[in-house]
């Protein structure tokens, strides 16, 4: 069975920066794309960043340029580096990945970008 715990979350403000991470347990962790989502009250889940196994990213239009995504597969862990952060990207952040098309996720951190 895979967990996923995130944690790094908290209250910054606005132009400020937090690193979010993702430990993972139970799978080939470098074998699997993982992704990282958030949810806004009120607002549908949607996808904010991918790291796929060789690394290759991917980035929501409203992130690029500020948000990072990275692995390290020795420690089983994603991370994703948030610069520039506005009251917009508040949200609770949940760590995903799909196997064998089942998805798992963590039981999410929650972000308040806020003065």
């Known amino acids: 069975q895979v967990q996923l715990v995130e944690s790094g979350g908290g209250l910054v403000q606005p132009g400020g920066s937090l690193r979010l991470s993702c430990a993972a347990s139970?799978?080939?962790?470098?074998?699997?794309?993982m992704d990282w989502y958030r949810q806004a009250p009120g607002k549908q889940r949607e996808m904010v960043a991918a790291?796929?196994?060789?690394?290759?990213?991917n980035y929501v239009d409203s992130v690029k340029g500020r948000f990072t995504i990275s692995r390290d597969n020795a420690k089983n862990t994603v991370f994703l580096q948030m610069n520039s952060l506005k009251p917009e990207d508040t949200a609770v952040y949940y760590c995903?990945?799909?196997?064998?098309?089942?998805?798992?996720w963590g039981q999410g951190t929650q972000v308040t970008v806020s003065s």
């Open positions: 139970g799978t080939i962790f470098r074998l699997y794309t």
């Open positions: 995903h990945v799909r196997i064998m098309s089942r998805d798992s």
């Open positions: 790291i796929t196994m060789s690394g290759s990213t």
